[in-house]
């Protein structure tokens, strides 16, 4: 370790008595002579866990010094370490990083060294709420049958949950109906700082944590620096390396004014979303600040940071400020640690009041809150925003739209198409699932509360949703229920069929369950493009439902007006919701609640009393999980006819060998915004494809295939999943959607798993081409692994999203992006071109321009260049030693001892 800088740096101060040690900023800066005001706080974190952290090794003094001068550099940006304080996971993250790490222990032994070495270094939290379904909806024991089924589905994963709760050390499993993991992050796990004692002292530092998950940035909102990663990377935070990424710009987000009547935090949010992705941040950070950010409250932050990845910020970070303060009180902290959290933040000058100067932003962008309206987001993409006012004529103009557009090419006569079902009408924007759901805002009671209130509103006009709505209500966080349930509004939401179904992510990750039986059979048979709403972050392409092709991103109390309308073709300004009872118009301004309705209702039910109750024993309140029996063995027992966790093969050499790459074909020729969904689908798993033939085969019945989510811990669902998203359009098969490509030695049509290992018998390596913005969405990283076990070697695009590009590289994947102004269509690529690299890829380095050589099938050849996206040194280590885990083993196999050879 560096003691020099460490000791130089080390500060106290005395509160109440009582001495705090801490790493002095105010120090550092002195000591380098800058003016750290110019710093933005989110910078300051990074810096302080830098500072904290430094080793000498993989944190040096050059990382802090680069840091402490971020506000001097104009360009020419480095690598910066981050070495979070915890990691943050869910189950379907969650468990192909454990499974890797009961690999790493095979390997270990296999090695003759200690297993018990293999364990997180820094405290590791996963909770459970990927796994439920909404299979019921609309009845009072909805919630209990959906939990009832979660368990018969998920029995082999939990057993797996909760022996390595038992035998890693620094990792807790919250067990399923828990809640969503950043709403029990934001109402649980935060600290904002955190004390420890270290060699006799008491240390004091900032909170902070990466999370396999995208949305971990919700915490943003709390003044705490938090961003997703794939879970590869979240590994390597596990085993107590430090994460390297450029040092980012960083946008400073100036927010004026109050949000106008009749707005929420969700139109905020979207409002929000939109701007930035026009911005373009991709990988930059975000930082708010101004007048307005006083007005909202941590709920309201905290939904606006939660979407973060929709517009492609790293981060979305509003500092410490006494709102923050305001919050923990919420949340049952006691005075004496909220005094202590103000002192140290003061004491590091990173405690946010008005009017201070504000940093050295690196560019800078502005919102005035009044300007706000209520707002959706969709037909596919949450970045998408339509102003209410608007909606009608959108959805109307997006059916017309060509589908390389972002459209559905329908004509007159399929957008005019209804179908009678059960004597309602069914046709073309009729609103199939609406779904209250998702950390983002069944955080904020204010969206929820006026939920509730359009609910009751709605119910004493005596207007119900037509029956071919399902409806659903999945709270992240149980304090929920209990507000709602005072307030007396639970009961009229229930009347309306928003009873709750689950705790957990359910129809925002596609586990929306089925259709209703009358409706799934009209839509098929008829091809309807029937919508969605709900109050989630995501809306891509099949994710929500396969047969559900348009998809609305609202507010809660959006959602339970479009769900009594039964269609997003309505101008709600205009036309009625419903008919009361006397068959008069009720228009959604006649239902809508003020905000001085919703405060009076959160104050006389919201009570800080509330969360400690629901908190204080969610580690042992589930019996289902109480009674699992588990192995003490602290090597996992593969079951070799298991179906959900399987020994994956990703140290095997024949799968990371870095070969030859000459002659290498396209599987697959992809458009823009190609997500993680489109590559590892979510949702249900199809009866008829690569994945659920496997099941079938092995014997699983196709009521148990249960979700691609759910079947991550093994390797041979997830390979055949790879790119099977019912959504995909793979252009070198233009006429065809799903997962299907051209097998060019035979020019035969067939699935993408098929043709990869056509290919792979051939001994021919493979690549995949794609437009901008190639793999955006969730932190996935099947998304990486999937690809691999395809063959594919190489990925070329325009560009890639922050997250998957890294779990590219984590894979051993490489990622190669066109130079500016290049693409598919200039070079008019057709996918039968073969590519040669003309040994290139040998002794990479960061940002190494890479010549392709491509040959169509005529024989003409041509060539084009290439970036390589190793961004740092990290990758190229990761990149040659094939991967993230074979790197890990190499350590642990240590030196002289490797056990791989490239």
Known sequence: MNEELLLENKDRFTLKGKSYHYYSLKKLAAEMGKDFSRLPYSIKVILEAAL?????????????????????????????????????????????????????????????????????????????????????????????????????????????????????????????????????????????????????????????????????????????????VGGIEAEAAMLGDPLYLLSPEVIGFKLTGYLPEGATATDLALTITNMLREKNVVGKFVEFYGPGVKSLTVFDRSTISNMAPESGSTISYFPVDDETLNYLRMIGHSEEKIDLIKTYYQEQNMFYEIGTSYPAYSDTIELDLSSVVTTLAGPKRPQDRVDLTDMKQSFKNQLRKSVSDGGYELTDEAIEKEVIVEGEVLKTGSVAIAAITSCTNTSNPNVMIGAGLIAKKAFEKKLMKPNYVKASLTPGSKVVTDYLQKSGLLTYLEQLGFNIAGYGCATCIGNSGELFDSVDEAVTQNDLTVTSVLSGNRNFEGRIHPKVKANYLASPPLVVAYALSGTVNIDFHNEPVGYDDKNQPVYLRDIWPTSKEIDKVRMQSLESGMFKKRYHNIFSINDDWNNLEISENQLYQWEPSSTYIRKPPFIEHEVIQQSNLEGTRMLLMLGDSITTDHISPAGRIKMHGPAGEYLKENGVSPRHFNSYPSRRGNFEVMHRAAFANVRLRNQIVPEMEGGYTTYFPANETMTVFEASERYKQDGTPLTIVAGKEYGTGSSRDWAAKGTLLLGVKTVIAESFERIHRSNLVGMGVLPLQFMEGISKETLHLSGSETFYFTNQLKSLYPGKTVKVKAVRENGESFYFETIARLDNEVDVEYYDNGGILPTIVQTYAGKGNKIFEH
């Open 52 to 228: 904290r952290n430094i080793d000498g090794k993989k944190i040096t003094k050059n990382h802090v010094y680069q840091l402490a001068s971020w506000a001097d550099e104009k360009e020419g940006k480095k690598e910066v370490p981050f070495k979070p304080y915890r990691v943050l996971l869910h189950d379907t993250t969650g468990i192909p990083a454990i499974v890797d790490l009961a690999l790493l222990r095979d390997a270990v032994n296999e090695l003759g060294e200690d297993v018990g070495i293999v364990n997180p270094k820094i405290p590791v939290d996963l909770v459970v709420d990927h796994s439920v379904m909404v299979d019921f909806a609309g009845a009072e024991n909805a919630r209990r049958l959906n939990e009832k089924r979660e368990f018969e589905r998920n029995r082999e994963r939990f057993q797996f949950l909760k022996w390595a709760q038992s035998n890693f050390d620094n990792l807790r499993v919250f067990p399923p109906s828990s809640g969503i993991m950043h709403q029990i992050n934001l109402e649980y796990l935060s600290k904002v700082a955190v004390i420890e004692e270290q060699d006799d002292e008491t240390i004091i530092f900032p909170d902070s944590l990466v999370g396999a998950d995208s949305h971990t940035t919700m915490i943003n909102g709390l003044g705490i620096v938090g961003y997703g």
